[in-house]
């Protein structure tokens, strides 16, 4: 069973005032769950069948967690901010008769002085959705999986990238791309008391489009593949997120790599990497396609596309081989979503990029083999064993 397609992606919870004093312990209530699993362990689970995509919602059992000890206990006083990053693991949490018990952890506790305030607390790839107001510096986005609206500022460090295909001709782009409806994804500095910088900002869809995005779980020909949703902005009749879709790719489709990994020092050298056709297709990339036509058979929709984005993927798996040489390394025990798949992916080659962020690792910036790590970066179709371009390696020490 792959844990894959839940995509454990860092998200703002919650911004609050909490009265002056010392806290032993945070407690944290569940609800709602939804699971998208990829059966690939050679029998049912139990509605499940094996070698199928199912969507469910599972009960949690407790429906709380708390969690104590270090860095407990936390005294907050009147002039203290703190930001708290938890960690829900997937894997511990999710049991075999698909109930989940919440494993929780807190990967670090931030402190700074409330005078502090543009020292940045969080820093977060991936804050997706429409623009519904635009200022003097500054812009609204909702999102329409939380409900939640971010207003956002930018300043004169702030990068806009591939506007041009919103037909925005600034040289270098700015923040007059930036149209009422579009779709956009940013990359957020947030301080801990609400004020959202963007670093990055960059253009999905026009403001009459709708933009889908998810993990492709099986390609089925040159013009057929599945994949299951993971966010869709704005709402698309017939698509739910977490559901399993059929997509059509439509004759002379456009296929694009996301610009959000090719580095905000203006992109990095592809290495005669290929994302132009069908054929560099696979399974476990993220990808993002514009929908078309939508029709539903069988409880399944299918969905016309006329174009194919490729987006960063997030694999976990265990280091095998390093070579620093060239800066790479392999990773195996992957997913069943990549070892269950048509032919099997059993190994990914990691190429590193200039200027990493290793996130999570304790005493060093390294990796080592034997590591169990999980690395994000654009999925390339390359000849023999799949390659993965990064900048981004979290450590899975102990997990």
Request: with cysteine.
């Amino acid at each position: 069973m792959s844990s894959d397609t839940c995509r454990p992606t860092p998200a703002f919870l919650n911004l609050a005032n909490v009265p002056p004093d010392t806290y032993a312990s945070i407690n944290l209530t569940f609800g709602n769950a939804e699971l998208t699993i990829v059966n690939h362990t050679g029998a049912a689970i139990g509605s499940c069948a094996n070698n199928t995509v199912c969507q469910l919602t599972p009960s949690f059992n407790p429906s709380s967690a708390m969690v104590s000890g270090a860095p407990f206990p936390i005294t907050v006083d009147m002039n203290s901010v703190f930001g708290i990053k938890l960690d829900f693991n997937v894997n511990s949490s999710l049991q075999n008769d698909l109930s989940i018990s919440p494993t929780v952890t807190i990967a670090h506790v931030i402190h700074r002085e409330d005078k502090d305030e543009g020292e940045e607390m969080e820093d977060l790839d991936e804050v997706e959705g429409q623009v519904t107001a635009v200022g003097t510096n500054q812009f609204t986005l909702m999102n329409r999986r939380s409900g939640q609206s971010f207003t956002i500022m930018v300043d004169s460090n702030t990068l806009f990238e591939d506007f041009g295909r919103a037909g925005c001709t600034a040289n270098p782009q700015d923040f007059s791309c930036i149209k009422m409806d579009q779709i956009l994804e940013v990359r957020l500095s947030e301080n801990g008391t609400g004020t959202m910088l963007a670093k990055r900002v960059e253009f999905e869809e026009d403001a009459n489009k709708q933009a889908i995005k998810g993990t492709i779980t099986s390609v089925d020909s040159a013009t057929q593949f599945h994949m299951v949703v993971f966010r869709e902005e704005p709402s698309v009749n017939g698509i739910t997120e977490g559901s399993p879709v059929i997509v059509t790719i439509a004759p002379n489709a456009t296929f694009q790599v996301g610009m959000a990994e090719l580095g905000e020092d203006g992109g990095f050298s592809f290495m005669n990497f290929s994302f132009a056709s069908p054929a560099d297709l696979m399974v476990g990339q993220d990808v993002q396609v514009r929908p078309g036509t939508v029709a539903s058979a069988g409880g399944i929709s299918t969905v016309t596309t006329d174009l194919v984005r490729l987006w960063p993927s997030q694999v976990t798996g265990q280091v095998a081989t390093i070579n620093s040489a060239n800066g790479t390394f392999t990773l195996t025990n992957l997913s069943p979503l990549f070892t269950g798949a048509t032919p099997p992916v059993t190994t990914i080659t990691v190429q590193m990029l200039p200027r990493m962020n290793f996130e999570d690792f304790s005493g060093n910036t390294s990796v080592a083999v034997g590591n169990t790590v999980s690395v994000k970066g654009l999925l390339f179709n390359t000849t023999g064993t799949p390659t993965l371009v990064t900048r981004t390696i979290s450590d899975h020490h102990g997990d």
